[in-house]
Nanobody, 120 residues
Framework: QVQLEESGGGLVQPGGSLRLSCAAS????MGWFRQAPGKEREFVAA????????AYADSVRGRFTISRDNAKNTVYLQMNSLKPEDTAVYYC?????????????????WGQGTQVTVSS
């Protein structure tokens, strides 16, 4: 059973930063997704199994960075220059393939989510 545990969410002012962490029970290709109230879950960032390939949504490119520590089976999402529209529940997800994927349907396992609220 694959287990994913997110941490690091919270309340931050516009322009601030947060770092999310996702500890996995093994090594997988990983992604971050988010879901705002009344909206569908959307892709944010993804990392290949090795970490050598990454992908970002246009809305976060240049502000968010996905990284991983394979020794700890942990993936991170560094979020800078946060905006109110970044407010959402953020989910990490794992897939059995090795490449980075932007498609929600290609992920096999999901964490419980962590709330990120950007507000003054």
């Amino acid at each position: 059973q694959v287990q994913l545990e997110e941490s690091g969410g919270g309340l931050v002012q516009p322009g601030g930063s947060l770092r999310l962490s996702c500890a996995a029970s093994g090594r997988y290709s990983m992604g971050w997704f988010r879901q705002a109230p009344g909206k569908e879950r959307e892709f944010v960032a993804a990392s290949s199994w090795s970490g050598g390939s990454t992908a970002y949504a246009d809305s976060v490119r240049g502000r968010f960075t996905i990284s991983r520590d394979n020794a700890k089976n942990t993936v991170y999402l560094q979020m800078n220059s946060l905006k109110p529209e970044d407010t959402a529940v953020y989910y990490c997800a794992a897939r059995m393939g090795r490449r980075a994927s932007t498609s929600l349907n290609e992920y096999d396992y999901w964490g419980q989510g962590t709330q990120v609220t950007v507000s003054s």
